[in-house]
């Protein structure tokens, strides 16, 4: 199983972006996806988790509810995060990660892990 995570980028404060992690190697709808974030200097963070299969149960750190939302397209094998009105602090490389069970915010939970996409929101 490989995951690859797309779609960062330079934004200004306000902006959106959309990421994207594409599984390969399996069938992305056995597999809950979590985002994480690391910023500098900083630990990795979970930001979004979505269930596996319909993708029904979401979950989302408390500095993002109301402006990040996660999805998934099984038929693409492709999970997506919509980033809306990004700050400053959410600048950092974002993580794409799956698990064959139930989705968590505990990293240490996740068999695998993308390469990563880097988020700057500055103006």
């Known amino acids: 199983v490989q995951l690859q995570a797309s779609g960062g980028g330079l934004v200004q404060p306000g902006g959106s972006l959309r990421l994207s992690c594409t599984l390969s190697?399996?069938?992305?709808?056995?597999?809950?996806i979590g985002w994480f974030r690391q910023a500098p200097g900083k630990e990795r963070e979970g930001v979004a988790t979505i269930s596996s299969r319909d993708g029904s149960k979401l979950n989302y750190a408390d500095d993002v509810k109301g402006r990040f939302t996660i999805s998934r397209d099984n038929s693409e094998n492709t999970v997506y995060l919509q980033m809306n009105n990004l700050k400053p602090e959410d600048t950092a490389v974002y993580y794409c990660?799956?698990?064959?069970?139930?989705?968590?915010?505990?990293?240490?939970?996740?068999?695998?892990w993308g390469q990563g996409t880097l988020v700057t929101v500055s103006s």
């Open positions: 190697g399996s069938n992305l709808e056995y597999y809950a």
């Open positions: 990660a799956a698990v064959w069970g139930i989705a968590t915010m505990k990293k240490s939970f996740y068999d695998y």
